[in-house]
C-alpha cells in the first residue's frame, strides 16, 4: 500500500513570486508519480508525471516537480506564479507498472495567488 | 470536442430518492472510473471497469452501482440516496496500464 502526504493544504503568494507545493509519499514498492490541478468547478487536470528517467519533470503552464527517492519527496514548483494559477494541487502515486485504479490522491493543496 | 463528459453538473435531491449520473467518454480508452470527493476534497476511487472486469472499492456502499451499455459510458446508479452521499463525484478515463486518468468536470449531489 501507499500513502501521499501533501504538507500545506492551504499556500498564499503573491503574483510573481515563486511558490513550491510540497509532497511526500510512502511506498514498499517502487512509484509513478503525478501532479494534478483542479480549476474551480472543474474536474482535475493532469500537471506532469514522473515515471522514470530524469528526476527533473516539467509540465504544462510553467510547472515542474523533482523526484527525489531518498526524501521520498516529489515537491511542484513553479518560479513565477499568475493570477490563473489559483487551483486545487492534488499529488498522486502509483506503484510502477500498476493500474491507474491504484492511484492514492494526497489530500490536496489550495494555492491562492493574491495580487 | 469534450474528452470526458458527465450529466448533469448539479443535483439536487431528497433522501430516500434513487438518482443517475451520466458519463461518456470519447478518447477511446478502455477502462472508466468514478471518483467521490468529499467536502475536504479528498479524493476516493469508487469503481474501475473495463470490458473485463469491475473492480469495486470494498467500502461503497451497495446502493452504488455502476453500469456500462457500452465501453464508452460508464452511469453511476444510487439507490436510497443518505446525507452523507453529498457530494462531488467525477468520472474518469484512461488506457489500462496505468496511463493518465483523465476527469470529467464533475457532478455535485446534494441531498436534502
Known amino acids: 500500500a501507499q500513502s501521499v502526504t501533501q504538507l500545506d493544504s492551504q499556500v498564499p503568494v503573491f503574483e510573481e513570486a515563486p511558490v513550491e507545493l510540497r509532497c511526500n509519499y510512502s511506498?514498499?514498492?517502487?512509484?509513478?508519480l503525478f501532479w494534478y490541478v483542479q480549476y474551480p468547478n472543474q474536474g482535475l487536470q493532469l500537471l506532469l508525471k514522473?515515471?522514470?528517467?530524469?528526476?527533473l519533470v516539467k509540465g504544462i503552464n510553467g510547472f515542474e516537480a523533482e523526484f527525489n527517492k531518498s526524501q521520498t519527496s516529489f515537491h511542484l514548483r513553479k518560479p513565477s506564479v499568475h493570477i490563473s494559477d489559483t487551483a486545487e494541487y492534488f499529488c498522486?502515486?502509483?506503484?510502477?507498472?500498476?493500474?491507474?485504479?491504484?492511484?492514492?490522491f494526497g489530500s490536496g493543496t489550495q494555492l491562492t495567488v493574491l495580487p | 470536442d469534450t474528452a470526458v463528459s458527465q450529466t448533469p453538473k448539479y443535483l439536487v435531491t431528497q433522501m430516500g430518492n434513487d438518482k443517475s449520473i451520466k458519463c461518456e467518454q470519447n478518447?477511446?480508452?478502455?477502462?472508466m472510473y468514478w471518483y467521490k470527493q468529499d467536502s475536504k476534497k479528498f479524493l476516493k476511487i469508487m469503481f474501475s471497469?473495463?470490458?473485463?472486469?469491475?473492480?469495486i472499492n470494498e467500502t461503497v456502499p451497495n446502493r452504488f452501482s455502476p453500469k456500462s451499455p457500452d465501453k464508452a459510458h460508464l452511469n453511476l446508479h444510487i439507490n436510497s440516496l443518505e446525507l452523507g452521499d453529498s457530494a462531488v463525484y467525477f468520472c474518469?478515463?484512461?488506457?489500462?496500464?496505468?496511463?493518465?486518468?483523465?476527469f470529467g468536470n464533475g457532478t455535485r449531489l446534494t441531498v436534502t
Open positions: 511506498s514498499s514498492v517502487s512509484v509513478y
Open positions: 474518469a478515463s484512461s488506457q489500462t496500464g496505468g496511463a493518465p486518468l483523465h
Open positions: 498522486a502515486v502509483t506503484p510502477r507498472g500498476g493500474s491507474a485504479r491504484q492511484l492514492t
Open positions: 514522473y515515471l522514470s528517467g530524469s528526476t
Open positions: 478518447l477511446g480508452h478502455d477502462t
Open positions: 471497469y473495463n470490458n473485463k472486469e469491475l473492480i
